[in-house]
């Protein structure tokens, strides 16, 4: 009898997938923190309320990602254990001298050779908080005056060229920050004051 020798031999991976995509719209198995859908629904809002170009808009989205990540590698302990954020295992490179270099982290081939929109928007147009365009806008479920709420001064932070690790840094926006309110995979898009990223909650990964 022959035998698939591929990487999934069984071939029943992509029926389990689509089920789960029904049951759970927006999770992925790429990541833990759920606030890094929030984050990218900020990202692309915030670009389009300053009128930025998609470019640019993207160089602000590296930016910001940069600067979670740094804000969840120097917070500890973490209120619950997830996964590294993307990127944060390339933050200690842009450490220097008690800094976090956000020019050089943001750029490509810094943290990551290109961001990481293309993780986050396929998820984020599941659950309704960004649009399919190439340069997305908040979808029909998204509650931007409430995301930036959750996520702090994270715009502000991802707009310095440098930033200074100590305390006030590691109280930050992290990535583990406290849950409020009822989380459903639909409803981060609703975002709550503090975006909920758990390693409990499954359904909170959308």
């Keep these: 009898m022959w035998e698939s020798a591929g990487r999934y031999p069984l071939r029943v991976e992509g029926a389990v997938g689509a089920v789960v995509g029904e049951l759970l719209p927006g999770v992925i198995t790429t990541t833990r923190h759920a606030r890094m859908y929030s984050l990218h629904t900020l990202a692309w809002a915030d670009a389009r309320e300053r009128g930025l170009d998609l470019a640019t808009a993207e160089v602000q989205l590296r930016r910001m990602e940069a600067v979670i990540a740094a804000i969840h590698y120097v917070h500890k302990p973490h209120r619950v254990q997830l996964s590294v954020a993307h990127g944060e295992h390339n933050v200690p490179s842009f450490l220097d001298d008690g800094g976090f270099d956000v020019d050089a982290a943001a ?5 990551s050779r290109g961001g990481f929109a293309g993780v986050y928007q396929g998820p984020c147009v599941r659950i309704r908080a960004l649009s399919a365009d190439p340069y997305p806008h908040p979808g029909s479920l998204a509650d ?3 995301v930036r709420q959750g996520l702090g001064d994270l715009v502000e932070m991802a707009g310095q060229s440098q930033l200074t690790v100590d305390e006030r840094l590691r109280r930050r ?13 639909r409803g981060c898009a609703r975002c709550s004051s503090n975006c909920p990223a758990t390693a409990r909650a499954p359904a909170a990964a959308a």
């Design 107 to 111: 750029a490509c081939g810094g943290l």
């Design 144 to 146: 931007v005056a409430r």
């Design 173 to 185: 926006t992290c990535a583990c920050a406290k849950r409020r309110g009822r989380q459903t995979a």
